[in-house]
C-alpha cells in the first residue's frame, strides 16, 4: 500500500464481493478512483509481480469475451515488478481505454435488448429462468426461441405442431393456413360463450326490448324501402302513360 500511495494517495483497500446469483467474497485487494473510473491491483503470485485492472462488473451488457476482445485492439504493458509513477500511468491508460469501449458497447446491446422487448411486448410469450433469459412464441405451426445473455440476442426458430409429420401438414404449414388443434379448440369455446351469452341476454327483459327494439328499426327499414321503390315505379309509370298519351 505504501508503494502505491506514493503515486496514487487516494489508493484504499477494498472488500472484492461479486453479487449476482451466487454472491461471494474474494478477499480484501487495494483499489483507487481515477477520473471516474474504480481501479484495483492484482497481484500475479507465481512472477511476484503487479498489475493494475479497472473494475467492469457493474457492466450488465457485456461477457468477458466482449473485455477480452477490447483489450486485445490495445498494447499491454509489462507487468509491475516496482512501482513507479510511468509503470502506472501505463496501466491506467490502457484501462481507460478499454473500459470506455466496452462502456460505448453495453450501452448499445442495452438498447439492442431494449428494441427488441419492446418489438415482442404484444406477443404471446412464454418466459423460462427466474431472469426471463429465455422465452418462446408459438404460432402457426412455427416456434420462434429467444436467449438474451449479458446483452447479446441469440435465435432459433423452428416448427412446431401435433399430429403426423405428413405432407398434409407440410402444405398446410407452407400456404399459412395451418391452424394448432388447441387453437381450434380455443376458438370454438369463444364462438360457444358468445352465443350462450346472446341467448342468455335474450331471455332477460332488456334483451327482449332490445329485440323488439331492434327488429321494429328493422320493419321500419323495410317499409320505407318498400315504400320508396313503389313511389318510383308509380312516377316511372305515369311519365310512360303520358309520353303515349302525346303521341296519340
Not at 13 to 34: C, K, N, W
Not at 43 to 54: G, L, S, W
Request: contains cysteine; positive net charge.
Amino acid at each position: 500500500m505504501q508503494e502505491i500511495r506514493k503515486y496514487i494517495p487516494q489508493a484504499e483497500y477494498g472488500y472484492h464481493v461479486e453479487s449476482g446469483e451466487y454472491p461471494a467474497f474474494y478477499g480484501v485487494r487495494i483499489e483507487f478512483t481515477y477520473n471516474g473510473i474504480r481501479f484495483h491491483v492484482c497481484k500475479i503470485y507465481k512472477e511476484n509481480k503487479y498489475r493494475i485492472a479497472a473494475d467492469m462488473e457493474h457492466f450488465e451488457y457485456v461477457n468477458r469475451y466482449d473485455i477480452e476482445r477490447a483489450g486485445n485492439q490495445y498494447e499491454k504493458p509489462c507487468n509491475i515488478g516496482v512501482f513507479t509513477a510511468k509503470k502506472i500511468n501505463d496501466w491506467i491508460n490502457y484501462y481507460t481505454q478499454i473500459y470506455r469501449q466496452v462502456e460505448q458497447e453495453n450501452a448499445e446491446n442495452s438498447k439492442k435488448v431494449a428494441d427488441f422487448l419492446k418489438s415482442i411486448k404484444n406477443e404471446p410469450v412464454r418466459w423460462e429462468g427466474n431472469n426471463r433469459s429465455k422465452g418462446t412464441i408459438t404460432r402457426n405451426g412455427l416456434r420462434f426461441t429467444f436467449y438474451i445473455e449479458e446483452g447479446h440476442l441469440y435465435f432459433e426458430l423452428s416448427l412446431s405442431y401435433r399430429g403426423t409429420a405428413d405432407y398434409d401438414t407440410f402444405r398446410l404449414i407452407a400456404d399459412n393456413r395451418y391452424i394448432p388443434k388447441t387453437t381450434f379448440i380455443y376458438r370454438l369455446v369463444y364462438r360457444l360463450i358468445l352465443w350462450a351469452s346472446a341467448v342468455y341476454f335474450l331471455t332477460t327483459t332488456a334483451g327482449q326490448f332490445f329485440a323488439l327494439s331492434a327488429t321494429l328499426l328493422l320493419l321500419g327499414f323495410v317499409a320505407r324501402l318498400v315504400f320508396a321503390l313503389a313511389w318510383r315505379l308509380f312516377v316511372d309509370f305515369m311519365f310512360v302513360l303520358i309520353i303515349i298519351l302525346l303521341i296519340i
